[in-house]
């Protein structure tokens, strides 16, 4: 009886938790939520202030007793509670009916390839108990790979690069699981942090967080554009302490974040030179799927195609490629669960 109440109302749903932005697809509509995963906290009463979009305008500018703060840092749970509060808040929201808010829902969550025991458990109890009935957890690659519709089941080689906003997943995909697979804590958000490192070093002047992601999208490349880019950036002067605003090129991203690219060209090298030669030989054919929101940096693709002599392809919303891949998976739960990470009861004991 309670199984047929739930499947009348309860919406199922897939979900790409990201270290920067939290993505929802319900099942039989599509992505509903494309919200940061920021949470504003008033640090007197530990209530929840803001979630989402609402929170992340508060940052950099909220008084002392107020922290906006990321629950998940490079793709793993940091902060339980706040997690649980922000995934129960997206829950809700999905199900805004009386009776849907009574349904709790099936929910697949996607986590990055080679996360430990530990943290998959602590995605899955987050999630029961933020409302969800069942949880089931894949690996990012994988879902960001059905999302982009490859044939993950057949016998031939795929490559994913996964590039987010703490993690960045490099992927070999075959016969419905991962052949071999790096995880990078260089992405998104180490592009920022790169930003700001280079204008307190080469400008003297201080920014935060939001300012270089602004930077980022206006005017970060990888290599030359043919067309000149420029920003004006206001910060505070790190000499005299004063508000100050300096002229920005390409050129000078391209500086701040060359040392980090590499690192993931070097990431992929390393992963196709361990990939069984059999599979090189589809991968050089088929070519590379670039997905996540680091791959809208201008010419990253084009970059590690020279580098890595691989055609590199960008599918149209790269972005949403996982969290399409879990609404996909959750949509035909008993055809994809075989490739779902196993359940409390395989796991070891706590």
């Known amino acids: 009886m309670l199984d047929k109440f739930y499947n009348l109302f309860s919406r199922d749903i897939g979900i790409d938790l990201g270290t920067a932005t939290i993505l929802v697809y319900v099942a039989g509509k599509g992505i509903v939520i494309n919200e940061p995963s920021v949470v504003a906290v008033n640090k007197k009463t530990n209530q929840v202030v803001a979630i989402g979009s609402e929170a992340k305008k508060m940052a950099g500018r909220t008084p002392a007793h107020i922290s906006v703060i990321r629950p998940l840092v490079e793709g793993v749970i940091s902060d339980f509670e706040i997690t649980e509060e922000m995934l129960g808040y997206f829950i809700r929201k999905v199900h805004q009916d009386t009776w849907q808010a009574l349904a709790r829902p099936k929910v697949v969550v996607g986590v990055p390839s080679g996360i430990t025991n530990v943290e998959i458990r602590a995605v899955r109890d987050a999630a029961k108990n933020a409302g969800a009935r069942e949880v089931h957890i894949v690996e990012e690659p994988i879902a960001a790979a059905i999302g982009v519709r490859l044939p993950i089941y057949d016998p031939v080689g795929n490559i994913i690069i996964d590039i987010g906003g703490g993690t960045t997943d490099i992927a ?179």
């Open 172 to 350: 070999v995909i075959s016969l419905g699981g991962i052949v071999i697979s790096k995880n990078m804590r260089i992405a998104g958000d180490k592009f920022d942090q790169d930003i700001i490192d280079y204008m307190r070093d080469e400008f003297k002047i201080l920014i935060g967080e939001k300012t270089a992601e602004d930077i980022k999208i206006a005017i970060g490349s990888v290599s030359k554009t043919g067309e000149g880019l420029e920003t004006v950036v206001r910060g505070r002067d790190l000499v005299s302490g004063l508000p100050r605003e300096v002229v920005v090129t390409d050129t000078d991203i391209r500086e701040a974040i060359i040392k980090s690219v590499r690192s993931l060209v070097r990431a992929t090298r390393e992963v196709i030179e361990d990939t069984p030669p059999e599979l090189i030989s589809d991968i050089m054919h088929r070519g590379i799927m670039m997905v996540g929101g680091g791959s809208f940096l201008r010419n990253l693709a084009a970059v590690f195609g020279s580098e890595i002599k691989v055609p590199v392809h960008i599918p149209d919303d790269p972005l949403t490629a996982v969290v399409r891949g879990t609404g996909i998976i959750i949509e035909n739960l008993e055809k994809y669960k075989d490739i779902l990470i196993q359940h409390d009861d395989e796991l070891p004991p706590k």
